[in-house]
């Protein structure tokens, strides 16, 4: 799996794989990825960074003045319904999906200096988890593990 934090990752081509591919999940399912939907998934997929929803409104305000948060937040319910993004919990914040179309569970691994966020498949680690839950009888609703750290790139450049 490649990191988005190395230099060889094509930022502008992930972007487009990632809309193509929820313009084609959408399609598939007959849900509507309308005008302001498609621009808060393209937003957020401009970085690999968690994007707080009043900074998005304030990207979208300049696109449409009669955006208010309940545009911003109505959009973002369709794409986390979707499973086009994902919330990082503890920073309050929303994050593209690279699994798209996919139900699952996801590691994220949140770097505390150049704040970017890595979405780990980290299958041993949430078999281990469901076993662990299967073992005290709670029946979970979704999974999210967030960690926070220091991604390879920091690590390597002495910023950690």
């Known amino acids: 799996m490649t990191q988005i934090n190395q230099p060889e990752h094509d930022h502008n081509h992930c972007i487009q794989t990632a809309i193509a591919a929820a313009e084609q999940l959408c399609l598939m399912r007959g849900a509507q990825l309308t005008p302001i939907r498609h621009k808060v998934l393209e937003l957020i997929l401009n970085s690999h960074r968690a994007v707080k929803a009043y900074d998005l409104l304030d990207q979208i ?18 794409l986390l319904e979707q499973g086009l993004i994902h919330r990082v919990e503890s920073l309050n914040a929303f994050v593209g999906c690279h699994c798209s179309g996919v139900q ?6 949140i770097c505390a200096v150049c704040h970017n966020i890595e979405e780990r498949p980290a299958v041993l680690v949430l ?7 299967r073992i005290a009888g709670f029946t979970s609703q979704r999974k999210t593990i967030e960690i926070h750290g220091f991604c390879q790139n920091c690590k390597d450049n002495d910023q950690a």
């Open 61 to 78: 305000r300049p696109l449409n003045e009669a955006a208010k948060p309940s545009t911003v937040y109505r959009a973002l319910d369709f």
């Open 104 to 109: 699952h569970d996801q590691l994220l691994l």
């Open 127 to 133: 078999q281990s988890l469901a076993e662990e839950l």
